[in-house]
């Protein structure tokens, strides 16, 4: 089932498969802002990445002395939920765990995605709800991907990625091995970074500690601006084809509370690089915003 909703400036559909958002258009210039889902490239649009973000070493975790084995991003993405208010401009989605992910998840919980449209930016917002007796462990994620470029009288080099670093906060860089993270070290003087097909050789660009970043077209000042601030990571990504040495014609911004495994974890969730614990019967609550210029 696809949702609607929309206001003066934007219209924007939202699956409830995974409450993916997929598509944003602007009613003026006629933009669509929200990568196609092309298999040929990738096959998804914005996932909700959870209980996990990226992957784990060997795709497996330890939890009170027994493994579990999980894939990449986690499942909640292709979970269906369930509408639980709507208006004109707003939607919220919810799903409960009901016994379903015990056998890889050994947790209760309820997870509550919002959309709320406001002029021309979407705010995302996620609850996450410890229905167990116990602590739980557990990571959440974005990864909406944007078409670069909007417009076809330009090229990915016409974009340039703008950031925003936390007040009072150091700034890491990292970077991916085998999917693994490695802290690459200190990068609190973050400079513009041009759109090119070699940025996404190696991977995602990640970062701790940035507040927002501008994704925008030195030719006509259109793009997007996610604002994430208080998140811990941030990643920042394109599918790269080494047999053509080109990126696909998106890039994904991806807020994070949550990382992938470094190579040297224990493997047990709970010492998790990254990780967040919520005590039992407490409420995880996020969000961020995306303006469409």
């Known amino acids: 089932m696809t949702i609607v909703i929309e206001n003066e400036l934007l219209k924007v559909e939202i699956a409830s ?86 056998d890889v998840y050994p947790y209760e919980f309820k997870a509550l995605i919002h959309y709320k449209l406001k002029e021309d930016s979407l705010a995302v917002g996620w609850e996450i709800v410890n229905e167990n007796n116990e602590e739980m462990y557990f990571s959440i994620g974005a990864h909406p991907a944007f078409n670069v470029p909007l417009s076809e009288n330009e090229t990915a080099a016409d974009y340039t990625l703008y950031f925003t670093p936390a007040e009072n906060q150091s700034v890491t860089e990292y970077e991916l091995k085998d999917a693994l993270i490695h802290e690459k070290g200190n990068a609190n003087d973050i400079n513009a970074i041009q759109i090119k097909d070699s940025l996404f050789e190696k991977d995602a660009l990640i970062y701790s500690h940035i507040d927002s970043i501008k994704l925008a077209s030195n030719l006509s000042n259109h793009g997007v601006e996610v604002k994430f601030a208080n998140f811990p990571y941030v990643g920042i990504w394109s599918n790269y084809s080494k047999t053509e040495g080109k990126m696909a014609p998106f890039v994904c911004i991806e807020p994070w509370y949550g990382i992938a495994d470094t190579f040297h974890t224990t493997g047990k969730l709970n010492e998790k690089f990254g990780i967040n614990k919520l005590e039992a019967g407490e409420t995880f609550q996020a969000e961020y915003e995306v303006r469409f210029i």
């Open 17 to 102: 498969s995974g409450a993916e958002l997929r598509k944003v258009k602007h009613k003026k210039t006629e933009l669509d802002y929200m990568w196609k889902g092309d298999k040929a490239y990738w096959g998804r649009v914005s996932p909700v990445l959870f209980p996990i973000v990226g992957r784990l070493k060997d795709d497996e975790y330890e939890l009170n002395g027994k493994t579990y084995e999980m894939s990449q991003h986690g499942f909640l993405r292709d979970v269906t939920f369930e509408i639980t208010e709507q208006t004109s401009s707003a939607v919220s989605f919810a799903v409960e765990s009901g016994g379903r992910f015990l």
